[in-house]
């Protein structure tokens, strides 16, 4: 479990409604436990994520703080700073960014990050709620938490796009962003990402579980039936690159850390991958030409036709 609004929530992982009783979740852990607990055959990472579950939840204290998102653990999964002396609360984490004062030049950013991915969530959660019923605030702890998981995700596609382009934006004026770049029927393209190594199409994405990569594809418990994100990204990125006229260098799938056991899954084969998938982390050492061919790229041309060219969603 992570604090992403993708994942599972602890009353999912332990397979009761947040309405239940006290006694019912207790029940329902040690049953978990039964169920899962290596020593009798089950499988240990859900055992742990029965046990963390049970952290979150599991005394009145804890699940009062979970239920309202008062507190948060350390790691959170926007940029969004709190008011000063305030305590970090989810609602901080689920809102969209605040601009930062930065006196360190940043990359060269265009488009809204996340802005599609949370329009669409929007959509989803007012859908949900009931079409006409007013909400006092879309991104209240409660609320987000209590929407099917599917909505959730939608929120959680936002949070890891701005994620992506905070990590982009630290790398300084050498590099250019463009978000949210407009596919024709493939959709968008998350981010198009300039460096004096190469361009790169990248797609931001939490499906809420750890991922491997089988059959040249993404597979996963959490994701949609049908969904196949390495051949949706090869088709999203192609399409930009008829619509400009300009060559990608390579393709990644940026994830959340906890998403996959490597720094950096190759997909297809070694000398010419399909997509990189891509821990958050390391995205950064992936960007900087670890991955690219040999040779640059003419910055400046390619900058300049792109600018002339993309169109956003």
Same mark, same amino acid.
């Given at each position: 479990?992570?604090?992403?609004?993708?994942?599972?929530?602890?009353?999912?992982?332990?397979?009761?409604?947040a309405?239940?009783?006290?006694?019912?979740?207790?029940? !329902?852990?040690?049953?978990?436990?039964?169920e899962?607990?290596p020593?009798?055959?089950? =499988?240990?990472?859900?055992?742990?994520?029965?046990?963390?579950?049970w952290?979150?939840v599991?005394?009145?204290a804890?699940?009062?703080?979970?239920?309202t998102?008062?507190?948060?653990?350390?790691?959170?999964?926007?940029?969004?700073?709190? #008011?000063?002396?305030?305590?970090? @609360?989810?609602?901080?984490?689920?809102?969209?960014?605040?601009a930062?004062?930065?006196?360190?030049p940043?990359?060269r950013?265009?488009?809204?990050?996340?802005?599609?991915s949370?329009?669409v969530?929007?959509?989803a959660?007012?859908?949900? &709620?009931?079409?006409g019923?007013?909400?006092?605030?879309?991104?209240?702890?409660?609320?987000?938490?209590s929407? #099917?998981?599917?909505?959730?995700?939608?929120?959680?596609e936002?949070?890891?796009?701005?994620? @992506?382009?905070?990590?982009?934006?630290?790398m300084?004026i050498? &590099?250019?962003?463009?978000h949210?770049?407009?596919?024709?029927?493939e959709?968008?393209?998350?981010? !198009? &990402?300039?460096?004096?190594?190469?361009?790169?199409?990248?797609e931001?994405? =939490?499906?809420?579980?750890?991922?491997?990569?089988?059959h040249?594809?993404?597979?996963?418990?959490?994701?949609?039936?049908g969904?196949? #994100?390495?051949?949706?990204?090869?088709?999203a990125?192609?399409?930009?690159?008829k619509?400009?006229?300009?060559?990608?260098?390579?393709?990644?799938?940026?994830?959340?850390?906890?998403?996959?056991?490597?720094?950096?899954?190759?997909?297809?084969?070694?000398?010419?991958?399909t997509?990189?998938?891509?821990?958050?982390?390391a995205?950064?050492?992936?960007?900087s030409?670890?991955w690219? #061919?040999?040779?640059?790229? =003419?910055?400046f041309d390619?900058?300049?036709?792109?600018?002339?060219?993309?169109?956003?969603?």
């Amino acid at each position: 479990m992570t604090d992403s609004p993708a994942d599972a929530t602890p009353y999912e992982v332990l397979g009761v409604p947040a309405t239940a009783d006290d006694e019912t979740l207790r029940r !329902a852990y040690r049953r978990a436990a039964r169920e899962t607990h290596p020593d009798l055959g089950g =499988d240990p990472q859900r055992f742990r994520r029965v046990q963390l579950a049970w952290e979150r939840v599991g005394t009145p204290a804890a699940r009062r703080a979970y239920d309202t998102g008062a507190l948060r653990s350390s790691g959170t999964t926007s940029s969004t700073s709190a #008011p000063s002396g305030q305590p970090w @609360t989810d609602r901080d984490a689920y809102a969209p960014p605040t601009a930062r004062r930065e006196s360190r030049p940043r990359a060269r950013s265009h488009g809204h990050p996340g802005g599609r991915s949370r329009e669409v969530f929007l959509a989803a959660e007012r859908e949900w &709620v009931g079409l006409g019923d007013p909400i006092e605030d879309p991104y209240d702890p409660a609320l987000v938490r209590s929407a #099917p998981r599917h909505v959730r995700r939608l929120l959680g596609e936002a949070l890891a796009e701005e994620a @992506t382009a905070a990590v982009v934006a630290d790398m300084g004026i050498g &590099v250019t962003v463009w978000h949210d770049l407009d596919a024709g029927a493939e959709g968008k393209l998350d981010h !198009a &990402v300039l460096t004096p190594t190469g361009l790169w199409a990248v797609e931001s994405i =939490d499906w809420g579980g750890p991922v491997t990569i089988e059959h040249g594809e993404v597979v996963g418990e959490t994701l949609a039936p049908g969904e196949r #994100p390495v051949k949706e990204l090869v088709r999203a990125a192609r399409a930009v690159q008829k619509q400009t006229r300009v060559r990608f260098t390579g393709r990644l799938l940026v994830v959340p850390d906890g998403a996959v056991e490597d720094d950096v899954l190759v997909v297809g084969p070694d000398r010419k991958p399909t997509a990189l998938v891509v821990r958050r982390s390391a995205l950064r050492q992936v960007l900087s030409g670890r991955w690219s #061919p040999e040779g640059s790229v =003419d910055v400046f041309d390619i900058r300049d036709r792109l600018q002339q060219t993309v169109r956003f969603v």
